[in-house]
C-alpha cells in the first residue's frame, strides 16, 4: 500500500550546507520531519555540485514521518552572475543584478556562454531544445541587466 502524503515543502539551500539551524531545521521541525537525516541525505546528494551554490529542494513528507526530496538545478540567474564575473555584494555577500534592468547594464555575457547555460538548466525548463532554453535564458539576463553579446 502506498504511503499517504502529507505535504510538499520548496526550498533553495546552498549545496552542501544543509544544516539544522534556519531556515532549514524550523521548517522540517513543524513538520515532524527528521532534520539530521535529511541534512545528511542532501548534502550527500549535492557534494558533487558547486559549494554554495543555491539548490531548488522539493520535500515531500509523508504520515509515518518519512521523506523524499527532488533536487533540481541550481536558478538561471545564479549562472548568469557567475558568467558575467559579478563580485558579491551586500548583507548576504550575494552578486546582485541590475538596480534598473533595461536602462543600466551591470555586465556581459556571450552567447556561448548562454548555450550552456541552457544546456546545464535543460531537465528543469519547459523547452523542447536548446534554441528555446536560450531564449528562456536570455529573457533572465536581460531581467537582471545582464547584456548578451554576439
Known amino acids: 500500500m502506498a504511503k499517504k502524503v502529507v505535504g510538499q515543502l520548496k ?3 546552498p549545496a552542501g550546507g544543509a544544516n539544522p539551524s534556519p531556515p532549514v531545521g524550523p521548517a522540517l521541525g513543524q513538520r515532524g520531519i527528521n532534520i539530521m537525516e535529511f541534512c545528511k541525505a542532501f548534502n550527500a546528494k549535492t557534494q558533487e555540485m ?3 551554490a543555491p539548490v531548488p529542494t522539493v520535500i515531500t513528507y509523508y504520515a509515518d514521518k518519512s521523506f523524499t526530496f527532488d533536487t533540481k538545478t541550481p536558478p538561471a540567474s545564479f549562472y548568469l552572475k557567475k558568467a558575467a564575473g559579478l563580485k558579491p555584494v551586500g548583507k548576504r555577500n550575494r552578486p546582485q ?3 534598473t534592468p533595461g536602462r543600466a547594464t551591470v555586465g556581459t555575457v556571450t ?3 548562454v548555450r550552456e547555460i541552457a544546456e546545464a538548466k535543460m531537465k528543469d525548463l519547459s523547452a523542447n531544445d536548446v534554441e528555446a532554453a536560450m531564449q528562456i535564458i536570455l529573457g533572465s539576463a536581460r531581467s537582471i541587466g545582464i547584456e548578451v553579446k554576439g
Open 11 to 13: 526550498l533553495q539551500i
Open 50 to 52: 558547486e559549494n554554495g
Open 97 to 99: 543584478g541590475s538596480p
Open 111 to 113: 552567447v556561448k556562454q
